[in-house]
């Protein structure tokens, strides 16, 4: 997405530095935070799992060091970006709906960013072939 960008650089301690950007940034389409393993723009099994294990918590928080940046239940720390899956309010809780939403896409052969959408995603046309 075109625009202006915030960069934070961390050094090994955890303190930000501070760089000057030299050139152009270009970014990857943006993926959805469930898609984590791989960011393929397709939420896949264990992807929506993880969604369901911050569902069956009732509240997630940042977890900076976790597999997806996030931790199942409640937590004081809520400086990351909130979960794609909580949009619906934004309140650090995955509701059944949202959850619905999850998996939706995750039935779907994929999905690309709609900003016109109830969550910025849409999926993909063509539902997910039927593996037997």
């Not at 619905?100 to 959408?117: F, K, M, P, T, W």
Request: aromatic fraction near 10%.
């Amino acid at each position: 997405m075109a625009g202006y960008y915030n960069l934070r650089v961390f050094n090994e301690i955890n303190e930000m530095e501070d760089h000057e950007l030299v050139g152009a940034v270009t970014f990857d389409p943006v993926c959805h935070n469930a898609d984590y393993n791989p960011m393929d723009h397709k939420i896949n099994l264990s992807e929506l799992l993880r969604v369901i294990q911050l569902y069956n918590n009732n509240a997630y928080h940042c977890a900076p060091d976790g597999e997806d940046g996030y931790a199942p239940g409640d937590g004081d720390d809520k400086t990351c970006t909130p979960h794609d899956s909580d949009y619906n309010p934004q309140d650090w809780r995955i509701s059944l709906s949202e959850l619905l939403r999850a998996i939706q896409l995750y039935n779907s052969d994929g999905y690309h960013v709609d900003e016109n959408s109830e969550d910025r995603f849409s999926p993909n046309e063509n539902a997910k072939d039927e593996q037997l």
